[in-house]
Each structure stands twice: as C-alpha cells, then as structure tokens.
C-alpha cells in the first residue's frame, strides 16, 4: 500500500464527510523545445565531420533561483556514514515543540487541490464532486502539539456546523462519524477511543506520533482548549503533508539499510580529489547528491572561479568558443551512486597509472536519507520521472558543472544500469529534443526493460519504439555502448513474458541503431560479459575508460 497515498485519500475523506565513446560520428538533427512546447530544429553535424573541428559545445543553465540558492558544495561527507546521522530525525517537527499548532487550510485551498491533484477523486461521481466543492468549507488538517503531529481522526469545526467536534471509527472499510457533545464529554470517551484506535487498522490515520495513550489523551484535550482559548498558533500551508511525508520517510529507514556500498579504506585515499554537491530539483522535489573526482595532475580542469563561486557559462571559454588556459576533459556521469561511487578509486587510478585518458568522474545519487538502493525510489528517478530525471541532468546539472569545470561534452558518457540503463535508454532516445548535448556518448547496461517498475510507465509502449528516436532522425550522432551479463537471463526469466529477455533486447537495440548508419560507421556496439546481471559492471567501466572494450 502506498501509505502517502493513504494518508492524502484518509484527509479528503474526513472532509468530505464533514463537509458533505569510439565509434565514428554520423549526422544528427537536434531539436529545441519552446516554451509553449513546440519543436524548433537546431542544425546538427554534418555527416562525418567532428564537433572538434567546430565550435566547442556550450550549454544553457535553466535552473531556477530556488534551485541555484539550494546548491551546497564541499568536501566528501559519505564516509561519515551521514545516513546514519538522518534516520528517525524529525527536522521539520523540530521548529515546533512549544505549544499546539493548527494547520488550517481555507475553501480555496480545498478547491485548488481539487484541481491539482485529481487522483485523489477518481472515485467520486461527477454530481459528488460538484456537491463537494459547492458546500466545501475551510476546515483543520492536521495538528502538531510540542513537535508531535496528529491527524484528524479526532478534530473540531472551526465555523459552527452544529457540533462540538468529532471522532471516526471504522466500520468495514467505511469511516463513521461519532459526535462530541463538549469538552468533558471528549474527556469521557478519550480512553474507549483509543482503545478502539490501538487496532492496526488504523495504523495509516496517525500522521506523525507514535501511540503512546497518555500522552495522546492530553495532547488531544490541549488541542479542544486552544480551539476554545484560541491560543493556538498556525502552522504554513502545507507543513502537515510534508510532515506525513517525513513521518513514512522515518518508517522506510527504520526499514531499509540505507548505506551506500563502499570500501572505505580505498575511498579514504582519493576523498581529497572529490568534492560533494547537494541540488534541489523542483521538478522532481527531491534533492540529490552529486560526487565529482578528478585525476590527479588533471586540476586545471576545474576553472580558477573569481571569488570561489562566481563562474559563469562563459569561463575559460574564448570569444570563438575555444577552451582557454584550461584542459577540458569528458565527463562519465554514472547513475545511482549508491553502488557506482564505489567505482570511482580504480577508474582514478586507471586514468592516474596512463591507461586511460583522463575524465571528469560525476555519479549521482539521492538524498542520504532515502534508501538509494530501494527499487521503488530508483523508479521515482529512473521510470515515473525519467522525463524530469533528464531534465534535471540536461538542463540544470550537467551546465552548472560545467561552469566550474572544463568539460569536453562531446565525448561526455552517462551510464546506466539495471532500471538505470532503462534511464540511458531513454535519455539517449529523447536527446534530440533538448538543445542542450552534453553527452556524445551512452553506456546502456541490462536494461531491465521487463521490469514491473518499466512496464508500468504510462508510455512503456513508446519504449519499444524508442521513444520514436530511430524514426524522427536520419542518421544516428550519438555513439552506445550496450552491455549484459551473458548469464543473467536466467535469473529473470519469470519476467519475460513474450518480450525479448536481456540479452536479446541489448542486440536488437543495437541492431535497430545501426541500422541507421553507414555499415562502416557503427554507432553501437554490444557486449555480453561473463557474468550475472550486475557482477560485470566495475571490470566493464574500467574497459570502456581503457578503451579496449
């Protein structure tokens, strides 16, 4: 069950009821989008010719102010373990521990959530709604009492509607309404109440504060008597949403092991070439964190900013597009961090031993208190908001880097894997819709096109198609690499169906690609490496920085 849904459909019922990189280039054709969503074509290369000779790549920052004031930089923070510093904490809770809060939400309020979050009343009838929003009327949505949140299984009116207050109690799968007479009234039934409230069924109506029957007996009597004394204080719009959100975000810790894979003892050794960055993504309304090492004797590659932060696109860039006084290097950009920064000390050493050429090593992963290891968070980025995942690596990262470093976007990789090479796929497949380009280049690694998670996209259909990529473009710009476990099918075999298994899908995804370049130009290779489905990923990340695979 989804208990943020639960918790949003429990609160509109309660009112209701109350209110009644090596392959040769090919030419491409890039697109812009427009504000109104229209598509403008952007010249691309012209067949076989190389970015190098042209003007050097430039991006568009698009973040907005929030976004820009949200950025943190500085050292490695994840070898302290910060994902043990964030369980059971109570952040938002912490601003209010003295007194009783109410959080009102007005007529307008109900109506635009009505609008914005039409999910919430796909059951009702055309005439309910309508019924609904006509008599709808300003009501409390939840409380929070010296940093202990509550919900409104017990509440008050605040306009007279003939009540002193209420309670609820389930009958089936239906919510009853139980009328208070007054205050002593409620003193009388608080101990059957909650009685009736200790069994599980309840247990997604209680926003925020563990069961404890005293404490609740007070609190909600404090709760009448500031209505009546109106010495209550209000809490922002809002706040108890995001105070459910943190409550189940508390229980998914407890859960979940929340730490990232690490071999701290060789991560120590290179925490000095990492710098850490915290982005807030509006679209997404997550935050992210993101780790960028760079290769000893490759510091240049980070621009001398003035007043250490005040870079701008144009840094280290000359007038005819030229990298000045700085050595641009690519960017492997390697999604979720939470296993692949681990990665990072050996292709480091690869690059600092002479046998790999130099890069910008990007891995971003979410939030330390989110369980980045959680396949139903992976989907949140990699399949319900891929759309928005991109555009956050187009549009706001991947251009705010580059204000601080030199990178050679041309042959800059994003890889993926898993759900995350679902991800690559389909950031490969919508790249000629943004003008931004900082990639040349996709690892595609067992893309779990079979998942549960990616056959319920809205647009899974499109997947097959490629997102229409194949059929909107001439010729293909980008070059892929796609990879596999040569003994993984077997492992997933269940989820089939009639589609293609792994690696089957990895050879025909290159198949269809190339079909569309000169046959001495290939712009996707596959491999299967000996392996089950994710064994092979550090031996294959070293060989694609290598240049051998």
């Known amino acids: 069950m989804d208990m943020k849904k639960t918790a949003r459909i429990a609160t509109v019922a309660l009112c209701s009821i109350l209110s009644a990189q090596c392959f040769c280039m090919c030419g491409c054709s890039a697109k812009d989008k427009n504000n109104d969503g229209s598509e403008v074509s952007v010249e691309g290369l012209v067949a076989g010719e190389s970015l190098s000779s042209q003007t050097a790549v430039k991006l568009t920052n698009h973040m907005t102010a929030k976004e820009l004031d949200s950025v943190t930089e500085g050292p490695l923070t994840v070898l302290d373990e910060p994902w043990n510093k964030v369980a059971g904490s109570n952040e938002k809770l912490a601003a209010y521990q003295d007194g009783v809060y109410f959080e009102i939400c007005e007529k307008e309020d109900v109506l635009r959530d009505i609008e914005e979050h039409p999910e919430t009343y796909a059951g009702w009838t055309d005439e309910e709604l309508e019924e609904y929003k006509a008599n709808c009327t300003s009501y409390i949505r939840g409380f929070v009492v010296d940093g202990r949140h509550y919900g409104t299984m017990i509440s008050l009116p605040l306009e007279d509607v003939g009540m002193y207050g209420w309670y609820y109690v389930l009958e089936g799968d239906t919510l009853v309404c139980q009328e208070l007479m007054d205050l002593q009234d409620l003193k009388d039934k608080l101990p059957q109440i909650l009685e009736e409230y200790r069994k599980d069924k309840y247990q997604y109506f209680f926003f ?194 580059g204000e601080i470093y030199a990178i050679d976007y041309e042959n800059s990789t994003l890889f993926g ?118 064994q092979y990923i550090p031996d294959m990340l070293i060989e694609y920085v290598d240049g051998t695979f």
């Open 208 to 401: 925020g504060t563990d069961f404890d029957e005293e404490m609740w007996k007070e609190d909600i009597v404090r709760i009448f008597e500031a209505k009546e004394n109106k010495s209550y204080q209000e809490l922002p719009s809002g706040t108890c949403d995001q105070l459910i959100d943190e409550y189940y975000q508390n229980l998914q810790n407890q859960q979940f092991d929340l730490s990232w894979e690490l071999d701290k003892e060789k991560i120590e050794t290179i925490k000095d070439q990492v710098t850490e960055y915290t982005f807030y993504d509006e679209e997404l309304d997550r935050k992210l964190v993101v780790h960028v090492a760079i290769p000893k004797g490759c510091e240049s590659a980070r621009k001398a900013l003035a007043g250490d932060g005040g870079a701008s696109a144009s840094d280290g860039v000359d007038d005819a597009g030229d990298l000045s006084e700085h050595s641009a290097l690519p960017a492997l950009v390697l999604t979720d961090a939470v296993w692949r920064f681990n990665d990072i000390e050996k292709l480091l050493k690869e690059m600092e031993e002479g046998r790999a050429k130099p890069q910008i090593l990007i891995s971003i992963g979410q939030d330390y208190n989110i369980c980045n290891s959680d396949n139903m968070e992976r989907s949140a980025l990699f399949c319900e908001g891929k759309d928005k995942f991109l555009d956050f690596i187009t549009d706001n990262l991947m251009p705010y880097l």
């Open 417 to 534: 894997h898993s759900l995350g090479g679902v991800f690559a796929h389909y950031a490969l497949c919508n790249s000629d819709l943004y003008e931004n380009q900082p990639f040349g280049c996709y690892i595609i690694g067992s893309p779990a096109f079979w998942s549960p998670y990616s056959r319920e996209m809205s647009d899974y259909s499109q997947q097959a198609n490629d997102y229409g990529y194949l059929d909107r473009n001439d010729s293909v710009s980008k070059r892929v690499f796609i990879t596999a476990g040569s003994d993984e099918d077997v492992d997933y075999e269940e989820y089939f169906e009639d589609g293609d298994s792994t690696t089957q899908s990895i050879v025909h995804l290159a198949e269809r690609i190339n079909a569309k370049c000169d046959p001495s130009s290939p712009m996707a290779k596959d491999k299967l490496y000996k392996s089950h489905h994710y």
